[in-house]
């Protein structure tokens, strides 16, 4: 081999070791620089319900800060000072120095509460939940309005508040008998006592018995003991 030739490939040599050495040193380099990002990264938590105070502690000893909105936002479920959303969203991985953007919740809005006497229950609640306004309490009562009609409120219209309580109306329970035992009694006369209390009276003239006048009731439904109320029909059979 001659020398020139010798030199050369001696040359190549070298550039290709150098070559080598420095695509492992950047490989090297970037797994390093990764890993150290990585490293400087955490979890964001989560900072809704808490104080702007406690939030800043927080994140500071986890090397993040804290950037408060100036635009506060109303929200009847968080109280007033608290945070009530956050960004990035809680569990989101970040690098440490990256602030981490809240919104503090001013309160319940300030609304005036709409008249709801009169109204169909499930409408009253339809206006109420697109209102953001709760219910306290439901109160029912038997009455002669309208079934599931609001009878009452507390408090009153157009006064400010977030919370309301409802009376509503309930259909009556109709008013109910425990049946006697009419065998033997005059059909008419048995007619007559039932009708007197509201009730339903069918009478039918069935069977000719001996010894039996006619008109003598024979069989009753329901039978006696039985609970009737005034909306049922008591069917009298009674002899010809």
Do not use: C
């Amino acid at each position: 081999m001659s020398m020139p030739f010798a030199r050369v490939w001696k040359l190549g040599q070298l550039l290709a070791l150098v070559a080598a050495l420095g695509v492992t040193f950047l490989a090297s380099f970037f797994v390093s620089m990764r890993v150290a990002l990585r490293a400087r990264e955490v979890s964001v938590p989560s900072l809704t319900g808490v104080t702007v105070n406690d939030a800043t502690a927080t994140l500071g000893d986890m090397g993040l800060t804290l950037q408060v909105d100036v635009n506060g936002r109303a929200d009847a479920r968080i109280p007033a000072g608290r945070i009530m959303q956050q960004d990035p969203p809680p569990g989101t991985r970040a690098r440490t120095q990256r602030p981490v953007r809240v919104w503090v919740s001013t309160g319940p809005r300030a609304i005036a509460i709409p008249r709801m006497v009169g109204e169909p229950e499930r409408t009253a609640r339809i206006r109420l939940e697109q209102s953001d306004i709760a219910i306290a309490a439901v109160t029912e009562v038997r009455s002669g309005y309208p079934p599931d009609t609001i009878i009452a409120q507390s408090p009153e219209a157009n006064t400010v508040g977030a919370r309301i309580k409802l009376l509503v109306s309930r259909s009556e329970t109709p008013l109910a008998y425990v049946m006697p035992d009419l065998a033997g009694a005059d059909g008419e006369d048995a007619a007559d006592a039932l009708r007197q209390q509201g009730l339903r009276v069918a009478t039918v003239a069935t069977l000719t018995v001996p010894d039996v006048a006619p008109g003598t009731v024979l069989h009753q439904e329901p039978a006696a003991g039985a609970r009737v109320a005034i909306t049922d029909i008591v069917s009298l059979e009674v002899s010809r």
